[in-house]
């Protein structure tokens, strides 16, 4: 078995926070047809986070009936106040600190598919996060480039809110610090009432004006619904029925920059793929390797040169193309992900398009043509043009950190954010100004870039154009394309006509690209 690509995740304590401190009955104790929404969204977490820790704070009130609706491993603390929550919320941070943990914290009252709690709970690469659907009227979040820029809870408001936070935030290790400040600030606030209940809102509230870079994590396609009646619980059931889970995260482990021909047939035939390697147990890097192992066969076959040979190098590598894209696919959809798993498939892509390469040349020569120039001429530009994109793409990640927007930093008693955004206002103004009073120099500079600038405006305009949409990323000529330009030459012609077309076409990628990333380049200066 070629293992490799398993994620461990890391350990994980499950804060449950049920709500009714007023003493109402909270939405986390309304019915469901499989006992309460409580027990039902607990037998979820199991389920999402086999090795969580789940523990509930509960009003004092319910605690006991509560500890009867739920497993034994299930911890039930009573909290006669918010400040006592916020307590249990401080010691389970540093208890988790001490362990290498992380903390969770959960609505209690919520009714949603597994895969929406999954998203935030389990995935590897989320950090720090929030769970947030579109804005309905409540308190609300700010959000920029995936980032909380601030958050609102029953006692804090917030300017343009433009997503809801669905009361599902994960803390990783590096925050909890953070966290048990911030839960000391908030239990410390003079105007809360001891009475409230949006533990979750809360917390967010001082994570993210203590600065903590908190991901959103938008829930879409999945169905979460805090539900504040037993109406509106009943309503949210049904709309997790008529939604087919499973198949959303079938088609959600795709990629959604995907070339026409991946997206038309590489990706239908690899989820058929997918489907069968998880059922069957069968990871993500053992499909890689098999893809590198069908890929050299094709090699094999070009390299007879006989026409036969030929034909079924294009089936082969076809096949290949197939498995290649569903090990991704598996990656995603079972959450092992890892940067070894990422590099091997990345490597495995290059030695699998030059075996082939080496096969055609090898074919071709064995009938007499000797086409190792017109390759070498190929495999420069299709360097270049991996160079162009490659270079790029590590810039534009540069660009993306050097301008991610930054959470504001506000007392926990202020109670919205209006006075930091007039704050922010006059020093844009201000830089504005600066870039002015700079004289002929900048005048000049804002002139010289205002042709790369319309053009990159023009092309980002494109992307409202689905036909244009799928004809640039066609003109990038990625690996799905390039395969079928080799299956399709290879089997109707021969060695020498693949190499020209891939010139041709590699050619006009590379040309392409390089005008793109230039424009791009010069206009963000």
Same mark, same amino acid.
């Given at each position: 078995?070629?293992?490799?690509?398993?994620?461990?995740?890391?350990?994980?304590?499950?804060?449950?926070?049920?709500?009714?401190?007023?003493?109402?009955?909270?939405?986390?104790?309304?019915?469901?047809?499989?006992?309460?929404?409580?027990?039902?969204?607990? #037998?979820?977490?199991?389920?999402?986070?086999?090795?969580?820790?789940? +523990?509930?704070? #509960?009003?004092?009130?319910?605690?006991?009936?509560?500890?009867?609706?739920?497993?034994?491993?299930?911890?039930?603390?009573?909290?006669?106040?918010?400040?006592?929550?916020?307590?249990?919320?401080?010691?389970?941070?540093?208890?988790?600190?001490?362990?290498?943990?992380?903390?969770?914290?959960?609505?209690?009252?919520?009714?949603?598919?597994?895969?929406?709690?999954?998203?935030?709970?389990?995935?590897?690469?989320?950090?720090?996060?929030?769970?947030?659907?579109?804005?309905?009227?409540?308190?609300?979040?700010?959000?920029?480039?995936?980032?909380?820029?601030?958050?609102?809870?029953?006692?804090?408001?917030?300017?343009?809110?433009?997503?809801?936070?669905?009361?599902?935030?994960?803390?990783?290790?590096?925050?909890?610090?953070?966290?048990?400040?911030?839960?000391?600030?908030?239990?410390?606030?003079?105007?809360?009432?001891?009475?409230?209940?949006?533990?979750?809102?809360?917390?967010?509230?001082?994570?993210?004006?203590? *600065?903590?870079?908190?991901?959103?994590?938008?829930?879409?396609?999945?169905?979460?619904?805090?539900?504040?009646?037993?109406? $509106?619980?009943?309503?949210?059931?049904?709309?997790?029925?008529?939604?087919?889970?499973?198949?959303?995260?079938?088609?959600?482990?795709?990629?959604?920059?995907?070339?026409?021909?991946?997206?038309?047939?590489?990706?239908?035939?690899?989820?058929?793929?997918?489907?069968?390697?998880?059922?069957?147990?069968?990871?993500?890097?053992?499909?890689? =390797?098999?893809?590198?192992?069908?890929?050299?066969?094709?090699?094999?076959?070009?390299?007879?040169?006989?026409?036969?040979?030929?034909?079924?190098?294009?089936?082969? =590598?076809?096949?290949?193309?197939?498995?290649?894209?569903?090990?991704? $696919?598996?990656?995603?959809?079972?959450?092992?992900?890892?940067?070894? *798993? *990422?590099?091997?498939?990345?490597?495995?892509?290059?030695?699998? $398009?030059?075996?082939?390469?080496?096969?055609?040349?090898?074919?071709?020569?064995?009938?007499?043509?000797?086409?190792?120039?017109?390759?070498?001429?190929?495999?420069?530009?299709?360097?270049?043009?991996?160079?162009?994109?490659?270079?790029?793409?590590?810039?534009?990640?540069?660009?993306? #950190?050097?301008?991610?927007? $930054?959470?504001?930093?506000?007392?926990?008693?202020?109670?919205?954010?209006?006075?930091?955004?007039?704050?922010?206002?006059?020093?844009? +103004?201000?830089?504005?100004?600066?870039?002015?009073?700079?004289?002929?120099?900048?005048?000049?500079?804002?002139?010289?870039?205002?042709?790369?600038?319309?053009?990159?405006?023009?092309?980002?305009?494109?992307?409202?154009?689905?036909?244009?949409?799928?004809?640039?990323?066609?003109?990038?000529?990625?690996?799905?394309?390039?395969?079928?330009?080799?299956?399709?030459?290879?089997?109707?012609?021969?060695?020498?006509?693949?190499?020209?077309?891939?010139?041709?076409?590699?050619?006009?990628?590379?040309?392409?690209?390089?005008?793109?990333?230039?424009?791009?380049?010069? #206009?963000?200066?």
């Amino acid at each position: 078995m070629f293992g490799g690509d398993h994620w461990e995740l890391e350990l994980t304590t499950l804060l449950v926070a049920v709500g009714g401190m007023d003493g109402t009955q909270p939405a986390a104790l309304f019915d469901r047809a499989e006992g309460t929404v409580l027990a039902a969204l607990v #037998a979820q977490l199991r389920e999402v986070v086999p090795d969580g820790r789940v +523990s509930v704070l #509960a009003p004092e009130w319910t605690a006991e009936s509560i500890r009867g609706q739920l497993p034994g491993s299930v911890s039930v603390t009573a909290c006669r106040t918010i400040r006592i929550a916020l307590d249990e919320v401080v010691r389970h941070a540093y208890e988790a600190l001490a362990k290498g943990d992380e903390v969770s914290l959960i609505d209690g009252g919520i009714v949603a598919h597994n895969e929406a709690l999954a998203v935030v709970l389990t995935e590897p690469t989320s950090g720090t996060a929030l769970l947030v659907g579109g804005h309905n009227g409540s308190s609300g979040v700010r959000t920029a480039e995936d980032i909380v820029l601030s958050a609102g809870s029953s006692v804090h408001a917030v300017t343009d809110p433009d997503r809801d936070g669905l009361g599902v935030l994960r803390v990783a290790q590096t925050d909890l610090g953070t966290l048990a400040e911030a839960a000391r600030n908030i239990s410390g606030m003079g105007r809360m009432s001891d009475t409230a209940s949006d533990l979750v809102d809360l917390v967010t509230v001082g994570l993210v004006r203590l *600065g903590t870079k908190v991901k959103a994590v938008p829930v879409d396609p999945y169905v979460l619904v805090r539900p504040h009646t037993q109406l $509106e619980v009943g309503a949210a059931l049904v709309d997790l029925r008529e939604v087919d889970e499973d198949r959303l995260r079938l088609v959600s482990s795709g990629r959604p920059d995907d070339g026409l021909y991946a997206t038309l047939v590489g990706r239908r035939l690899a989820r058929i793929v997918t489907r069968w390697a998880v059922r069957s147990g069968i990871s993500a890097n053992q499909v890689t =390797l098999g893809s590198l192992a069908v890929a050299l066969l094709a090699a094999v076959s070009f390299a007879t040169g006989a026409r036969v040979g030929l034909i079924a190098g294009a089936l082969v =590598l076809q096949i290949s193309y197939v498995l290649g894209c569903a090990d991704g $696919e598996i990656a995603r959809y079972t959450r092992r992900i890892t940067p070894f *798993g *990422g590099w091997f498939d990345a490597v495995s892509e290059r030695v699998k $398009e030059y075996a082939v390469y080496a096969g055609l040349c090898i074919g071709a020569v064995r009938g007499g043509d000797r086409v190792w120039t017109l390759a070498s001429a190929m495999l420069a530009g299709q360097a270049y043009r991996q160079m162009v994109d490659a270079g790029f793409a590590v810039r534009s990640a540069e660009w993306r #950190a050097e301008e991610a927007p $930054e959470p504001l930093t506000l007392p926990i008693n202020l109670r919205d954010d209006v006075p930091a955004t007039a704050d922010v206002e006059p020093s844009a +103004s201000a830089a504005g100004h600066s870039h002015g009073s700079s004289g002929g120099t900048g005048s000049h500079r804002a002139t010289g870039l205002s042709f790369p600038r319309g053009a990159v405006d023009l092309l980002d305009n494109t992307n409202k154009v689905p036909a244009l949409v799928w004809l640039k990323r066609t003109l990038t000529m990625p690996v799905g394309e390039r395969w079928l330009v080799i299956s399709i030459v290879a089997a109707l012609y021969g060695p020498r006509e693949v190499f020209l077309a891939l010139l041709a076409v590699t050619t006009v990628a590379a040309l392409y690209m390089t005008v793109g990333r230039m424009l791009r380049s010069i #206009a963000h200066a």
